[in-house]
């Protein structure tokens, strides 16, 4: 069974950075594509960042804040988050895609991220 866990997340004041971290229990290698996802009170999820071996993808709203990177070493995918602002704050939620396209098929738990104003 694949389990994706994050953690690095918590309260932050707006303006500061947390490092949000998905371990996963098998070789990142296994997966076509790795991202973050993040879910607001009332609100749909959506895509933040998304990771292949070649390729990023960065949302708009997040762009030029926020970084996704991997270490193949250590199954691990980050999403490191600079300038983080109160509109920031949701659930964030780390996701596996082993098909080359299409919705991603394993998703962690989430990790509770707080900006506070």
């Known amino acids: 069974q694949v389990q994706l866990v994050e953690s690095g997340g918590g309260l932050v004041q707006a303006g500061g950075s947390l490092r949000l971290s998905c371990a996963a229990s098998?070789?990142?290698?296994?997966?076509?594509?790795m991202g973050w996802y993040r879910q607001a009170p009332g609100k749909q999820r959506d895509v933040v960042a998304t990771?292949?071996?070649?390729?990023?993808y960065v949302e708009d709203s997040v762009k030029g804040r926020f970084t996704i990177s991997r270490d193949n070493a250590k199954n691990t995918v980050y999403l490191q988050m600079n300038s983080l602002k109160p509109e920031d704050t949701a659930v964030y939620s780390c996701?596996?895609?082993?098909?080359?396209?299409?919705?991603?098929?394993?998703w962690g738990r989430g990790t509770q991220v707080t900006v506070s104003s």
């Open positions: 098998t070789s990142i290698f296994r997966f076509n594509a």
């Open positions: 996701a596996g895609r082993v098909r080359i396209s299409g919705e991603f098929d394993y």
């Open positions: 990771i292949t071996t070649l390729s990023t």
